[in-house]
């Protein structure tokens, strides 16, 4: 059996950009990403993808083009999620924590947002990602749910 990724982004011609796994864990640490990441590859993610996410409501890990083909290796960068989770205003359960679904659902209009701005990004974590050339990867490109690569 192939295993999917939660949220997949394709340029115009179908290619993958970037794949997103949410994973709601409190306290969610580098290492459990790359354990994360490295369990898709393992399981069946197959296909080259230049940029690869793991995301919690209160972080996520980004691994760039350079480390595509790695397993086991730590993401090239940590930064906060609390920012997309206030600006897209998503009540919490009693815990204080999303339901995966409704984190997934989050991400996924986040990141729909970015594939579709064109306008100067000027906030956390958009300026990370832009320096680490995720933002302009995603520009233009379409949004895929549920996606086995």
Known sequence: MRRGTDILVVDERDTPVAAIEVKNR?????????????????HGLSGPVDYFLVVSQD??????????????????????????????????SASGRLMES???????????ELTG???PIEDEPELSLERAGLTSALRRGRVVTEAVL
Request: glycine residues 6%; aromatic residues 10%.
């Open 102 to 112: 409704q984190l997934e659902l989050l991400v996924s209009s986040w990141i729909q």
């Open 26 to 42: 409190a306290n969610l640490s580098a290492s459990e990403a790359s354990g994360i990441r490295r369990n898709l590859f393992t």
């Open 59 to 92: 972080v996520g890990y980004l691994w760039g083009p350079t480390k595509r083909d790695a397993v086991g290796v730590d993401p090239d960068l940590r930064f906060p999620m609390s920012p997309v989770v206030a600006r897209y205003a998503v009540e919490p």
């Open 117 to 119: 701005s064109m306008s």
